[in-house]
């Protein structure tokens, strides 16, 4: 199985709550698809800085877990 880096942008488009700017809201969506329908032909892994970044978004926003970004709609992201 490939193995593929997911950075922060990727995961922040993932779950954040849908944009207004119909670019942002574009990549949204194409990841969002794309983690829906290709996901599972990949290992998905992550770094240590994509969770510390993770975190200190969730920091910003009031969040008290990165749980979100690290474990995403009910699938685990490994960290590599």
């Known amino acids: 199985m490939e193995s593929v880096y997911l950075e922060t942008t990727f995961i922040s488009y993932l779950v954040a709550r ?14 969002q ?4 329908n290709r996901r599972t032909e990949f290992e998905c892994s992550v770094s240590q800085v994509v969770i510390d970044e993770a975190s200190a978004l969730c920091a910003n926003i009031g969040e008290t877990t990165t749980s979100s970004f690290i474990t995403v709609e009910g699938e685990e992201v490994q960290d590599v």
């Open 18 to 31: 849908p944009s207004r700017d119909v670019i942002v809201a574009g990549h949204q969506q194409t990841t």
């Open 33 to 36: 698809e794309w983690w829906a």
